[in-house]
């Protein structure tokens, strides 16, 4: 059983898909790039947005730059709240929180996002420490969150030999393995989230699980 549990947040405590394709189609559309399956957006769930833009659509620096500020025009009022916690998720964190495990979010989602939606689903009371991106564009990579939370968890101050044994970074993306991978925590899988096929097996995750029950029972040191 685990010590510290770090928490990506979309696609692993909340399915964020609605809201955040809905808002990336809107911002396309703002350079006129019409996209009506949502389902091809899907690789916008997890990582930077800059970064996607620029991957997927070939956008400028500056552009995309532009069009996560368009994303954000829908997002801040109506896509933050397309949203849905995955089932089992509030009861496995008050069952860690009840046996004092210390629980953080570390998340790419700019920190005044990532707030809310805890809020909105009653689940923010259960994290001792979440970390996010800023706005202005500064740690939006997972290993500079992961380093942040580590760090208001005091984690970094583990010899990093005995930090995989103690801490675990859960996530549903390869980001999130690099970034356990990058502080010697052990990287756990899940995909019930947005990861393509294989791709957490080829990012070295530790443990890879497909259900919440599964997760839960590995974090409780049930399996």
């Known amino acids: 059983m685990y010590k510290y549990c770090l928490f990506d ?43 996607s833009f620029i991957h997927f659509y070939s956008l400028s620096d500056a552009d995309a730059v532009q069009a996560v500020s368009y994303f954000r025009e829908r997002f801040a009022p109506t896509g933050i709240f397309e949203n849905q916690i995955f089932s089992g998720i509030k009861e496995m964190l008050e069952k860690l929180s009840s046996k004092g495990i210390h629980l953080a979010v570390a998340s790419s989602k700019p920190m005044i996002f990532v707030r809310k939606i805890l809020a909105h689903f009653e689940i923010e009371r259960f994290f001792q420490v979440v970390v996010g991106s800023e706005l202005d564009g500064t740690r939006v990579s997972k290993e500079e969150v992961v380093e942040e939370a580590l760090s208001q968890l005091g984690v970094n101050k583990i010899a990093e030999n005995e930090r995989k044994k103690l801490c675990a970074m859960i996530g549903d993306r390869k980001f999130d393995i690099e970034g356990a991978k990058a502080h010697g925590l052990t990287g756990i899988g899940v995909t019930f989230g947005y990861a393509e096929e294989g791709e957490l097996e080829k990012a070295g995750a530790d443990f890879i699980v497909s259900s919440v029950d599964e997760l839960s029972s590995l974090l409780n040191g049930e399996k």
């Open 9 to 51: 947040l979309d696609g692993t405590l909340t399915d964020p898909k609605e809201g955040i394709t809905k808002c990336v189609q809107y911002a396309l559309q703002k350079f006129g790039v019409n996209e009506p399956d949502l389902h091809k957006l899907e690789p916008f769930i997890g990582p930077p947005l800059k970064d």
